[in-house]
C-alpha cells in the first residue's frame, strides 16, 4: 500500500520546505522504505522554464526534458532518486489541461468548475504511477492563506477522504520566533496558521516547527492542545549548519517515529544514518581549504545557482576540503581593468550557465584569466560557449567572434540550435518562436575521445548528462580552434554538437556544454566538481 504525506506551510515563506520534505524521505530511506517526491506548485506558469532567475532561482531539469522547481533538486540530492516530469506541477498546467480537455469536448457538454474539475485532475497528478513506492511525500508550494494555493488544498482534502486517513497525513512546517525582549519562544503564529489549514477541512497530524533553539515542553504542550495535534508530534526543525544534518537532526526529534507511528509501522529502533553522518563530518572537519571564483550573472539571488553551489560543495567532500565561493558578478569585470586584483586569491574559476548578453564580456575576460594564469577552470553551458569564443578571438585570431544570441555576427562561434536529435525523433525550433519548453531539455548522451581528460576524469567514454540551452557551438570552426590547442574532447554521438572542451596542456580546463551539477549528489559527487575540486587544491599545495 502507497501512504501520501503531504507537506505544507504557513506562517512565512522561505522556511524550507524542500529540505524539510527531502530530509524526511531520506529518513523514511533509511528505514528501508521506498519513497518518491513531487511538488504542486500554486503559479500560473506552465513551468517555471521563463521565469528570470530573480524571481524563481534556477530551474532543475529532468532527465526526462522537464523544467521544475529547484526543490527537485534537493529531492534528487538527499533520495538518489532521479525525478520525472510527472513529479512537478503547476496551477498552470492544471487549468491548460483541463481548458485542453473542455475545447476537445471531454466533459460532454458539462460546466466546467474548479470543483471537480480542477481538484480532480490535481489528485490525479498526485496518484498518478505511485503504485510501486511505500511512500509518497507531496510538498504544496506557497503558504496557507494564499488564494493561490486553495485549489490543492482542497484537492488534498478530499485525497484524505478518497484514500483513507490510515493511507495519507499531513504535515505542517510553521515558524516559532524567538523575541528576545520577552525571552521566550512565540506559539501564536503557529496557532494561526494550523488554524488557517483547519478553516479549510485539513488537520495535519505532525508540526515542524522551525526554530534557532529546542522547544520548551510547556511550550509544546501548549502547541499541541491548541493545534489539536500530541505533544510528540510537535517536532523541532532545529537550524543547523548544514542542510546535510537535518535528516539527522530529524530523527533525534522523533519525525520518522511518529510518521511511522501514525501509519502503524514499526517505529521502534534506529534508521541507518551512516552516510549522512560521514557526509557531516567531511563538512565540519575538512582538512584543507579552496577559494572558488563563480564569475556568473545572477549572483545577487544565489538560489539561482542552487546546484551548482552544492555540487562545489559535493566536490569538497570528495576532497575532504573546505570550499569557499566567492561569488562575482560578471559585469564587474566589464568596468575594472585589474581583474587579476579581484581573482588574486582564486584556486579556481568556474563561468556558470546564463542567457543573454549581459555580462558576456566580463565572463569572457574571465576565462582569458583562468587560462593565461594556469588557473584550474570549469565553463557550464553558456561557460563553455564563452570558452570557445576566448579561445577564437585571443588563439585563432577572430577578434569578432561573438555568439548570435547577441545579434548578428560575421563570426558565429556559437548559433542558435534550430534542430536535433532526441533519441529517434527529430526536434526543430523556429527563430522567434515560444520559449517555453523549446530548449534542448533533458539527458543525452556524448561521446568522450579516448585518452582525453575529460574520459579519464569520468572513467569511460560515454556518459549521459542534462542539457538546458538553445545555442550551440558552431562546429565549422572546430578545426581551426584545435589548431591552437583547444581540443574538442566530447561531441554527442552523431558527431554534429560539441559537448566537451579542453586545453591538454592547461593544468585542468574544461568547458561543458551539460549541466553536471544535477547529477551531483553529497554521496555520489559529480566526477567534474570532484576533479575540478582536486585540481583547486592541488594548486592550493603548490604554492
Known amino acids: 500500500m502507497t501512504r501520501f504525506v503531504f507537506i505544507t506551510g504557513g506562517v512565512v515563506s522561505s522556511l524550507g520546505k524542500g529540505i524539510a520534505s527531502a530530509a524526511l524521505a531520506a529518513l523514511l530511506q533509511a528505514r528501508g522504505y521506498k519513497v518518491r517526491m513531487r511538488k504542486l506548485d500554486p503559479y500560473l506558469n506552465v513551468d517555471p522554464g521563463t521565469m528570470s532567475p530573480y524571481q524563481h532561482g534556477e530551474v532543475f531539469i529532468t532527465d526526462d526534458g522537464a523544467e521544475t522547481d529547484l526543490d527537485l533538486g534537493h529531492y534528487e540530492r538527499f533520495t538518489g532518486v532521479h525525478a520525472r516530469r510527472a513529479d512537478n506541477t503547476t496551477t498552470g498546467r492544471i487549468y ?21 474539475h480542477i481538484t480532480d485532475a490535481i489528485k490525479d497528478v498526485v496518484v498518478a504511477g505511485t503504485e510501486d513506492y511505500d511512500f509518497v511525500l507531496v510538498e504544496i508550494g506557497g503558504t496557507v492563506g494564499d488564494i493561490e494555493s486553495l485549489p490543492f488544498l482542497e484537492a488534498i482534502r478530499q485525497l484524505r477522504n478518497d484514500l483513507g486517513h490510515n493511507q495519507t497525513m499531513c504535515v505542517h512546517l510553521t515558524l516559532l520566533p524567538y523575541i528576545p525582549s520577552a525571552g521566550e519562544l512565540k506559539t501564536k503564529p503557529t496557532q494561526h496558521s494550523v488554524k488557517e489549514l483547519q478553516n479549510v477541512g485539513i488537520q495535519p497530524q505532525v508540526l515542524l516547527c522551525r526554530s534557532d533553539r529546542p522547544i520548551p515542553e510547556n511550550e509544546r504542550r501548549k502547541i499541541a492542545n491548541f493545534c489539536n495535534v500530541r505533544p510528540e508530534a510537535v517536532i523541532a526543525a532545529l537550524d543547523v549548519d548544514t542542510i546535510y544534518a537535518c535528516p539527522i537532526s530529524y530523527h533525534n526529534e522523533g519525525m520518522d517515529r511518529e510518521v511511522l507511528r501514525y501509519f502503524g509501522l514499526p517505529f521502534e529502533g534506529s534508521p541507518d544514518l551512516t552516510r549522512w553522518e560521514k557526509i557531516v563530518h567531511a563538512i565540519r572537519e575538512p582538512e584543507g581549504e579552496v577559494n572558488v571564483a563563480v564569475v556568473g550573472k545572477y549572483t545577487a539571488l544565489l538560489d539561482s545557482y542552487k546546484s551548482l553551489a552544492e555540487a562545489l560543495l559535493h566536490g569538497g567532500i570528495a576532497n575532504n576540503v573546505r570550499v569557499k565561493l566567492d561569488w562575482i558578478e560578471s559585469e564587474e569585470f566589464e568596468k575594472t581593468a585589474d581583474i587579476a586584483e579581484r581573482l588574486k586569491d582564486a584556486d579556481a574559476i568556474l563561468v556558470p550557465g546564463g542567457f543573454g548578453e549581459r555580462g558576456a564580456e566580463g565572463k569572457v575576460q574571465a576565462v582569458r584569466y583562468a587560462r593565461e594564469n594556469g588557473i584550474p577552470f570549469l565553463g557550464i553551458c553558456f561557460g563553455m560557449q564563452m570558452a570557445v569564443i576566448e579561445c577564437a578571438r585571443s588563439l585563432a585570431g577572430l577578434p569578432k567572434a561573438s555568439s548570435t544570441e547577441f ?17 529517434n525523433e527529430l526536434m526543430r525550433r523556429r527563430e522567434g518562436g515560444d520559449l517555453g519548453g523549446t530548449m534542448r531539455l533533458g539527458a543525452f548522451p556524448a561521446k568522450l575521445a579516448p585518452g582525453s581528460r575529460v574520459a579519464e576524469i569520468y572513467g569511460k567514454t560515454e556518459v549521459r548528462e542534462r542539457h538546458r540551452h538553445r545555442w550551440e557551438v558552431n562546429l565549422h570552426y572546430k578545426d581551426r580552434l584545435e589548431k591552437t590547442g583547444l581540443r574538442f574532447s566530447g561531441m554527442s554521438p552523431d558527431g554534429v554538437l560539441p559537448e566537451v572542451v579542453e586545453y591538454p596542456d592547461h593544468p585542468w580546463f574544461i568547458g561543458v556544454q551539460y549541466h553536471p551539477e544535477l547529477l551531483s549528489k553529497p554521496f555520489d559527487p559529480h566526477p567534474l566538481f570532484a576533479g575540478f575540486i582536486g585540481a583547486a587544491h592541488k594548486r592550493t599545495e603548490s604554492k
Open 96 to 116: 491548460s489541461d483541463v481548458i485542453a480537455r473542455e475545447r476537445r469536448g471531454d466533459y460532454l457538454g458539462g460546466t466546467v468548475q474548479v470543483i471537480p
Open 407 to 423: 545579434g548578428p555576427t560575421s563570426e558565429p562561434l556559437v548559433g542558435l540550435m534550430t534542430e536535433w536529435a532526441n533519441g
